[in-house]
């Protein structure tokens, strides 16, 4: 009996922990089936039916072999950050880090002084083995983070703004005092970028290979680097700004205004796609987040907030300044100010609290936090130089090999650089929701009823309103006559709203016709032309 | 605290010695590939772009006869070869991989009309024009690859003489059996010297024969009174005919859907039927713009190839009502005669300017073996293609084809009188009795009547 019983009790651990397993399987694999599949009970067509029912299954099936893939095959575990007790894990400094994680990790974290060539600005490449640093003064670097070996350093003796990598580390673009140059890894000037102007801010789009600017005068300006040519150029209209970001996830641009607005643009529309308010005063700092809703500013209104791109609402209002702000492949949300940095993490449902948080030696100035791909570490600029600290749980654990590899060997470059090349991407891609290519447009909003339709829907009224049956009143006021006048009245009610929609109808194209009368030929011309 | 960050050592992550393979890891998260849409569509134009330049579908011209190519024949035994007549009596087999001539069958004295092999491939049968069968054995594999004869081949094994002119023959698919046609359709045994069985149903000759795959029995075959009849060996009497209102060319059955055939009309357009259901054509394909003089099947039963008076050779999907691509040269006159290869990836046209000319069944297909990451990558480009072949931009460039200006022409003219008619018939229409010109369906425009 107590043996059956143990048997049992296994059979139910067992089932446990298989039920256990097959959810985390289930979770895993919706993030692989990008969104619902299609709804067949509602379709008509058997053979479309049938079609439909066979893609759905494959998808199932790749999106399963996806999530057991990532379950099994992934060779590195993201990192973490686990306080005991009463501890918090916004207490941990970087040192108690330090002495605990591993020697590679422990060389990661460095302060570089460099007080002459002052505040500096730094990006990492797209894979995370590169960083580019641009001095204000006319200071330029580039290291190699894996093996810490600078690759180039020289001066352009001029003010640098801001450093940008293009599509690989062979080439990258500098904003400096008059124009972008473009240099290539050597440190030689491979083109000076005229037509944009003096540039205050760069991104690079590098699906599209398009090299975004925004200069002083506060024109944006697109250039494809591959062919040279540009793209677009418009005002923005909103004054000058130094806040522009890139939202990785549809390639969108956005700018952060003086007035406290933010705009979006695509190298497609003269007018910005979206304008936002969202401060009572400038905008200092505007960061994205990979998947693409979730859109983070800082105003000077000591206002930090964070917006769901897919309605523009605001998610959570946070007190505080920000000078620069970032966020990182796994969603945590750097936020530098004055000598300190705050790492905010979201504890679900898109609330953020702090993380973790760091202060730099008093007096020094951060002009620039990003953290690097696939590390667990965020690179700070600052007015004395550089500074990187650890930050577990940042970075996403396990690269692709195809998409950015840190330990990329020359051939795999140079492959990777002409397959880029092949599937560059147009500008006419840009939009708000990448997703819609492809897709059909849904039908417009529903055409207007026709005359039948409207004079049938009436008659019906009509027929309605006469079949009503009124009750008796007392004497006098039952008389035919008045019986008969009531109910004509009921008519005419049910008339009503017919009879005036069709004089609104009417009316404006009426009026119209009459406007176009009225001028002689010889003056038409004059007439004002219609808003297109 | 617990805590932990993300190491990688160098010596995990890369190769150990250079002659190994790169290390390749994947992580399929779809945040990392950002505009997936974007890039997959961009891959499918490229790849409809690439497969526009890759369309080179003319391979080779095989040249010998001295007079137009009326027949063509494929060896069922062997894949490199096929038999080809002329109107001057000439008779050749062929070696596609080196398009030269193996050996000749001369004899005929008028042209040969009708070529068609046995089902085991060894005996090659002639017809033609000077009222003689001819049966001719076949060289032998091995014989073709070193093409020096030591046995002669140019001797008929039979010639049997018959009262009239034949136009086409067509050998069953299992058993002994062919059928010729003439001013009646005969029904021949190898071994004897007259026909074995005649068929007759009205006086016009017959033009066109072919057996059904299927049903061995069953034969289908077309005549000059614009007539299309079927057979049963199995019974004394012709079972069925349908008249059209212009004439049948040529018949070729489906051979994957045995009751389906297709019929080259004079009209330009090709009829496919469903044997049972004779009232209505399945499909019509329309797209040639002069009459359409031969038809064959895919061994796939997928796609057939027609050829037309207007120079060109079109394929045309079975199921539908275009052509997906047309092959046209400069030097190309009236084809007369077409065949799919058996193994579906090439064609042979034969036409008026006496040769034989070889084409890719898939225009920008890489003949050859592929290594399996070739043949991968082109499944995945066709996989994009086929996903997004709706968008405008695709769809041009896969649709386009460049035609010559007398084709391109005389389509536009073809368009512009149909327009035309149809509008006649919806003002006819409009202004008679209501329900006295019922509308009727192409399918069933063109067809007369049937009879049992």
């Known amino acids: 009996m107590v043996a059956n019983q143990e048997i049992m009790d296994k059979d139910r651990l067992v089932t446990a922990t298989e039920q256990d397993m097959s959810d985390e399987l289930n979770l895993k694999t919706r993030k692989y089936l990008r969104g619902d599949g299609a709804n067949l009970e509602t379709l008509r067509d058997k053979k479309l039916k049938g079609q439909l029912a066979v893609r759905e299954k494959l998808y199932s099936q790749s999106a399963k072999a996806a999530a057991k893939a990532e379950k099994w095959l992934m060779p590195t575990d993201e990192g973490y950050l686990e306080p005991e007790g009463l501890e918090k894990t916004w207490m941990v400094k970087q040192e108690s880090i330090i002495r605990e994680v591993d020697v590679i990790s422990s060389r990661k974290p460095f302060d570089m002084i460099l007080p002459e060539l002052g505040p500096y600005n730094l990006q990492y490449a797209s894979s995370g083995r590169y960083m580019l640093v641009g001095g204000r003064k006319g200071h330029l670097a580039m290291m190699d983070m894996m093996s810490m070996d600078l690759i180039k350093e020289f001066q352009v003796r001029e003010t640098v703004r801001d450093v940008v990598f293009l599509h690989n580390e062979q080439f990258f673009a500098v904003a400096q005092k008059k124009y972008p140059y473009i240099y290539n890894r050597h440190g030689t000037e491979i083109h000076c970028l005229e037509e944009h102007g003096a540039p205050l801010k760069l991104q690079f789009l590098d699906k599209h290979f398009l090299l975004a600017s925004v200069n002083k005068f506060a024109q944006l300006h697109y250039q494809d680097v591959s062919t040279g040519v540009i793209v677009a150029n418009y005002r923005t209209g909103l004054g000058r700004t130094d806040v522009m970001r890139v939202n990785p996830y549809n390639a969108v641009i956005g700018l952060g205004h003086s007035g406290g607005k933010v705009t979006m643009w695509k190298p497609t529309s003269v007018k910005p796609l979206v304008t936002m308010l969202c401060h009572h005063g400038p905008v200092t700092a505007v960061a994205f987040h990979s998947g693409g809703q979730l859109m983070a500013t800082a105003g000077m209104d000591r206002k930090i907030k964070l917006w769901d791109l897919r309605k523009f609402g605001v998610v959570n209002t946070y007190s505080g300044h920000a000078q620069t702000m970032d966020f990182s492949q796994k969603g945590l949300l750097a936020i530098g100010n004055g000598s300190r940095v705050q790492v905010w993490r979201d504890s679900g449902n898109q609330e953020y609290e702090k993380y973790m948080s760091h202060a730099m030696v008093k007096g020094y100035q951060i002009g620039k936090v990003s953290f690097r791909p696939y590390e667990d570490v965020l690179g700070i600029g600052h007015s004395m130089g550089i500074s990187s600290i650890l930050i577990p749980g940042s970075g996403e654990p396990n690269f692709d090999t195809w998409v950015a590899n840190p330990y990329e060997t020359t051939k795999q470059r140079r492959e990777k650089e002409v397959y880029a090349l092949l599937d560059k991407l147009q500008p006419e891609t840009i939009m708000l929701e990448p997703s819609k290519i492809g897709t059909v447009r849904p039908p417009r909003r529903k055409e207007r009823p026709t005359k039948k339709e409207t004079e049938e829907e009436m008659e019906n009224a009509v027929e309605a309103a006469k079949s009503i049956t009124f009750k008796k009143k007392t004497k006098g006021r039952n008389k035919p006559s008045k019986r008969a006048a009531k109910k004509e009245e009921e008519v005419f009610k049910a008339k009503r709203p017919f009879l005036d929609q069709q004089m609104n109808n009417d009316r404006p194209l009426k009026k119209q016709r009459i406007a176009e009368a009225e001028l002689p030929k010889a003056l038409q011309r004059f007439s004002r032309k219609k808003a297109s | ?452």
């Open chain 2, 1 to 452: 605290m617990k805590v932990k960050v993300i190491s990688r050592s160098t010596e995990e992550f890369t190769r150990e010695r250079s002659q190994d393979l790169q290390k390749v890891f994947r992580n399929y998260d779809p945040k990392l590939r950002t505009h997936e849409k974007a890039v997959e569509y961009t891959r499918a134009l490229n790849a409809a772009k690439l497969e526009k330049i890759f369309a080179r579908p003319f391979i080779g011209a095989m040249d010998g006869h001295i007079d137009a190519v009326s027949c063509m024949a494929k060896n069922p035994n062997h894949l490199k070869g096929i038999f080809s007549g002329s109107m001057d009596g000439d008779i050749r087999l062929w070696d596609i991989a080196t398009r030269k001539t193996v050996c000749q069958f001369p004899g005929h004295q008028g042209a040969v009309r009708g070529l068609t092999s046995s089902t085991d491939g060894e005996m090659l049968i002639s017809c033609g024009t000077d009222c003689t069968v001819r049966l001719w054995k076949v060289p032998l594999l091995k014989m073709m690859d070193s093409s020096e004869s030591d046995e002669d081949y140019s001797k008929p094994l039979a010639v049997y003489v018959w009262k009239h002119a034949f136009w086409a023959v067509d050998h069953q698919w299992d058993g002994p059996f062919f059928a010729t046609a003439g001013s009646q359709v005969d029904i021949w045994d190898h071994n004897r010297s007259e026909p074995i069985n005649t068929f007759e149903w009205g006086k016009d000759t017959v033009i066109s024969v072919r057996f059904n795959p299927g049903e061995p029995d069953v034969l289908a075959t077309s005549a000059s009174d614009r007539s299309i009849t079927l057979y049963d060996l199995r019974m004394s009497s012709p079972v069925r005919k349908l008249i059209m209102r212009t004439k049948t060319n040529a018949i070729c059955w489906n051979p994957m859907e045995p009751m389906n055939f297709t019929a080259a009309n004079e009209d330009c357009s090709c009829y496919s039927y469903d044997t049972r259901k004779l009232d209505e054509a399945k499909v019509v394909h329309k797209d040639h713009v002069s009459a359409v003089m031969d038809i064959d099947y895919s061994p796939t039963g997928r796609e057939f190839v027609t050829g037309s008076y207007d120079r060109t050779v079109r394929i045309f999907p079975y199921n539908g009502d275009h052509s997906r691509e047309i092959y046209h040269t400069k030097r190309m006159q009236r084809v007369f005669c077409v065949r799919y290869s058996c193994d579906g990836s090439y064609l042979i046209s034969g036409s008026d300017d006496t040769n034989l000319r070889l084409w890719k069944a898939k225009s920008s297909e890489q003949m050859g073996v592929l290594l399996p990451r070739e043949r991968k990558k082109q499944e995945y480009l066709d996989a994009v293609k086929e996903r997004y072949k709706h968008l405008p931009e695709v769809k041009r460039i896969v649709r386009h084809r460049h035609l010559p200006k007398p084709i391109y022409k005389a389509a536009a003219l073809r368009r512009t009188m149909i327009e035309a008619e149809n509008k006649r018939d919806q003002k006819r229409r409009a202004h008679s009795a209501p329900g006295s010109m019922p509308v009727q369906p192409f399918r069933k425009r063109r067809i007369i009547k049937e009879d049992e």
